[in-house]
């Protein structure tokens, strides 16, 4: 071949979708006018595609910039309690508190949250400004909602409410804690029985009655007096798994009685829970 007539700007072809030529750089000569006008149209859409990709890019980047630098912060439990306890302080000295019925950014507010920071960065001052005012604004709109409540009168059901969830919790801790611990309970049943260790199926227990209040308990302190637990269990549970919590709750009560303690809450069996089972349930935790 005569490498004269080798075009040295030859490429490969411009395709569209559909396989056809848009432009053949190599053979521009055999191109007519309308081919190129075409063909610039085509190169031109697909400049402003990559355009229009870059400025989606660019967005997508300063959103994730934003939501970066609005990420909220996880206050340490340190920093918490050292919150509660500069605000209760502030409460006890008469020191301008919170008004909870007004906006957080309110004028007279911010001058509370300032001096609540102050008071805590003087008691920890390795801590970062703003994981102290992340808790700060936490616990003003954990003050507002006990407001809330004491204007509703619900401050006792919320109380009771908590008292339940704590006692669950304290009670699945204890479970999962015997069941780890246990030598007699085989690996393999640890393993089985392991997705009914949640709060979904453990019965609800309401309280049926408040702290005892007859005479011959009154040297008792009132963290020791026995309180009666009405026990609602759940009819869908299946009986296996209501035995393994049974033997799971025996080896606490032996346990208490070999440090010297003994049961505070006295429960007794109540009306079935209205509860249902959760959405997952296994099979074999469930009464057919």
Not at 32 to 51: F, I, K, M, P, W
Not at 52 to 66: I, N
Not at 109 to 127: D, F, L, M, T
Request: net charge positive.
């Amino acid at each position: 071949m005569d490498q004269s007539q080798v075009n040295p700007f030859h490429s490969t072809p411009l395709n569209d979708d559909n396989g056809r030529v848009l432009l053949d750089v190599g053979n521009l000569s055999s191109v007519d006018e309308d081919s190129v006008t075409v063909s610039r149209q085509a190169l031109q859409q697909l400049l402003d595609n990559q355009h229009e990709m870059l400025r989606e890019q660019k967005r997508m980047r300063e959103e994730l910039d934003k939501t970066a630098r609005h990420k909220k912060v996880k206050p340490s439990l340190k920093v918490k309690h050292a919150v509660h306890s500069v605000y209760n302080c502030m409460e006890t000295e008469g020191v301008s508190v919170w008004d909870t019925s007004k906006s957080f950014q309110e004028a007279s507010n911010r001058y509370v949250s300032k001096k609540i920071i102050e008071g805590v960065n003087a008691q920890i001052q390795e801590e970062e400004t703003e994981a102290i005012s992340a808790a700060v604004r936490t616990y003003f709109f954990t003050k507002r909602k006990q407001r809330k409540r004491n204007d509703k009168g619900l401050t006792s059901v919320f109380r009771k409410k908590q008292a339940r969830r704590q006692r669950k919790h304290q009670k699945l801790t204890r479970r999962k804690r015997i069941v780890k611990e246990s030598t007699s309970i085989t690996e393999q049943e640890k393993k089985f029985f392991n997705p009914v260790l949640t709060i979904d199926y453990m019965s609800s227990e309401d309280t049926a009655s408040d702290f005892s209040d007859s005479s011959d308990c009154s040297d008792v302190p009132e963290s020791k007096k026995s309180k009666k637990l009405s026990r609602r269990t759940l009819s869908w549970r299946a009986d296996k798994v209501s035995t393994f919590f049974n033997l799971l709750d025996r080896r606490h009560e032996r346990r208490l009685k070999k440090m010297g303690g003994g049961l505070v809450h006295h429960r007794t069996d109540g009306a079935p829970s209205l509860r249902g089972a959760p959405e997952g349930c296994p099979g074999w935790a469930k009464n057919v």
